[in-house]
């Protein structure tokens, strides 16, 4: 099988690489057009745009810039655009170079010009999106084939936007409300480094030259960055071993992702957020694909990829058998276990009153605003746990290496 796929890959790379080109010519009526397309060579852009008309005056091969990475935010900045473009009547075609041109990532722009080339050849817009699986995820490109299918694609990409700025949303608060604490706990472990490894050693030569009992806490201290002097080497290769062992064995090993994450949801504060903010998500995304018109049974399964949690993907796949089976869906998620009861019960009362979709956008928009409140109040209890926090560490550092000092006044 490897072998197979090496010389696939080999083939692959045999062929004609493509280029990307700038283009400038005439259409029917004389007016001067421009644009960009990749392909092979010149020749290929020139027998491309005589196809559709166009009298090319000249062509020009582009230095292909590596550019950023292509981010969450960058796809949902281009799938509110287009929806916009299209609500206003501008084609398809037309509207991928206009994204292209006002794109300031190079990356995306390649990108965008692929999918363009793609549907310009004759693959739908679903298909082209579905080649780049890891900016366009199974439950965008869904939802772009049922708004083709259905003819209000326009509808649903101004659904797809309105739901990716609502997920990046929750996870911009999250991250803004760890952030402080965070870069806080790594600055005052950056500082007790450099106090254990250069500052005590000075501190203990001095106090050598004393020739008096040192304190307690002083003695404490003083052998503490004893340790660190002589095995700091062996402090700092345990942590990063421990930090990528965790990190490698999250990605690899499913049942450590499953532990983990059950893990962060029973942390206090920190644990109720991610729920919410989870369930948040879970709701959206399974409200925004029942009303574009999705299968349940499909919808779940697009549901469990977006979810963010292993808890509540292993517990989707669940639900997603039962309702296979022939189990309502407010059955099958008292049977999971993890959601609140207020969501069951508003996903009772969509199933009976057939308004499904509206009561999980309902749910979705509560638990966005309680995720907004946690985040809030988090940010204000940190603040004075953290001061508390470098008052001990640091504070107590300095109270244990100045007491010989104090002590030595007092005998005087």
């Given at each position: 099988?490897?072998?197979?796929?090496?010389?696939?890959?080999?083939?692959?790379?045999?062929?004609p690489?493509?280029e990307?080109?700038?283009?400038?010519?005439?259409d029917k009526?004389?007016?001067?057009i421009?644009?960009?397309?990749?392909?092979?060579g010149?020749?290929?852009?020139?027998?491309?745009?005589?196809?559709?008309?166009v009298?090319?005056?000249?062509?020009?091969k582009?230095?292909m810039?590596?550019?950023?990475?292509?981010?969450?935010?960058?796809?949902?900045?281009f799938?509110?655009?287009?929806?916009?473009?299209?609500?206003?009547?501008?084609?398809?075609l037309q509207?991928?170079?206009?994204?292209?041109?006002?794109s300031g990532?190079?990356?995306?722009a390649r990108?965008?010009?692929?999918?363009?080339t793609?549907v310009?050849?004759?693959s739908?817009?679903?298909?082209?999106?579905?080649?780049?699986?890891v900016?366009?995820?199974k439950?965008?490109?869904?939802?772009?084939?049922?708004?083709e299918?259905a003819?209000i694609?326009?509808?649903?990409?101004?659904?797809i936007?309105?739901y990716?700025?609502?997920?990046l949303?929750?996870?911009?608060?999250?991250?803004?409300?760890?952030?402080?604490?965070?870069?806080v706990?790594?600055?005052?472990?950056?500082?007790?480094?450099?106090?254990?490894?250069?500052v005590?050693?000075?501190?203990?030569?001095?106090?050598?030259?004393?020739?008096?009992e040192?304190?307690g806490?002083?003695?404490?201290?003083?052998?503490?960055?004893d340790?660190?002097v002589?095995?700091?080497?062996?402090?700092?290769g345990?942590v990063?071993?421990?930090?990528?062992?965790?990190?490698f064995?999250?990605k690899?090993?499913?049942?450590?992702?499953i532990?983990?994450?059950?893990?962060?949801?029973?942390?206090?504060?920190?644990?109720d957020?991610v729920?919410?903010?989870?369930v948040?998500?879970?709701?959206?995304?399974?409200?925004?694909?029942?009303?574009a018109?999705?299968?349940?049974?499909?919808?779940?399964?697009?549901?469990a990829?977006?979810?963010?949690?292993?808890?509540?993907?292993?517990?989707?796949?669940?639900?997603?058998?039962e309702?296979?089976s022939?189990?309502?869906?407010?059955?099958?998620?008292q049977n999971?276990?993890?959601?609140?009861?207020?969501?069951v019960?508003?996903?009772?009362?969509g199933?009976?009153?057939?308004q499904l979709d509206?009561m999980?956008?309902?749910?979705?928009?509560f638990?966005e605003?309680?995720?907004?409140?946690?985040?809030?109040?988090?940010?204000?209890?940190?603040?004075?746990?953290?001061?508390?926090?470098?008052?001990?560490v640091?504070?107590?550092?300095?109270?244990?290496?100045?007491?010989?000092?104090?002590?030595?006044g007092?005998?005087?």
């Amino acid at each position: 099988m490897a072998t197979a796929s090496r010389t696939a890959k080999r083939r692959v790379s045999v062929g004609p690489k493509e280029e990307l080109y700038s283009w400038e010519g005439k259409d029917k009526t004389g007016k001067i057009i421009r644009g960009e397309m990749r392909a092979t060579g010149d020749a290929v852009v020139h027998a491309s745009l005589r196809r559709q008309g166009v009298l090319v005056t000249k062509v020009k091969k582009q230095r292909m810039s590596r550019g950023h990475k292509i981010t969450d935010k960058d796809v949902a900045l281009f799938t509110r655009q287009l929806a916009t473009m299209m609500k206003a009547g501008v084609p398809l075609l037309q509207a991928f170079d206009i994204g292209i041109k006002g794109s300031g990532n190079p990356s995306l722009a390649r990108m965008l010009n692929e999918v363009r080339t793609d549907v310009e050849t004759g693959s739908s817009l679903s298909q082209a999106f579905s080649k780049h699986p890891v900016h366009f995820d199974k439950l965008f490109c869904n939802l772009v084939a049922a708004g083709e299918q259905a003819g209000i694609l326009d509808n649903l990409l101004d659904r797809i936007a309105t739901y990716k700025e609502k997920i990046l949303a929750i996870k911009s608060k999250i991250k803004s409300a760890l952030f402080y604490p965070i870069a806080v706990v790594v600055v005052a472990v950056v500082v007790v480094t450099v106090i254990m490894l250069f500052v005590v050693p000075e501190f203990k030569n001095v106090f050598a030259s004393f020739g008096a009992e040192l304190p307690g806490p002083t003695l404490i201290v003083i052998g503490i960055s004893d340790f660190f002097v002589e095995y700091w080497y062996l402090l700092f290769g345990i942590v990063i071993g421990t930090i990528l062992g965790i990190a490698f064995l999250y990605k690899r090993s499913p049942a450590m992702q499953i532990a983990v994450d059950r893990a962060v949801l029973k942390l206090p504060v920190v644990g109720d957020i991610v729920l919410k903010a989870t369930v948040a998500r879970w709701a959206r995304t399974l409200s925004t694909m029942f009303a574009a018109g999705v299968p349940l049974v499909e919808a779940l399964d697009s549901v469990a990829g977006a979810a963010g949690n292993y808890v509540y993907l292993t517990a989707t796949k669940e639900i997603q058998n039962e309702v296979s089976s022939g189990t309502s869906l407010t059955v099958a998620m008292q049977n999971a276990n993890v959601f609140p009861t207020m969501v069951v019960q508003m996903v009772s009362i969509g199933e009976e009153s057939g308004q499904l979709d509206s009561m999980l956008s309902k749910v979705a928009d509560f638990f966005e605003q309680e995720v907004d409140d946690a985040v809030a109040g988090l940010s204000t209890l940190l603040e004075p746990i953290i001061m508390v926090f470098l008052g001990v560490v640091i504070g107590g550092l300095v109270v244990a290496m100045y007491l010989p000092i104090f002590k030595l006044g007092s005998v005087v």
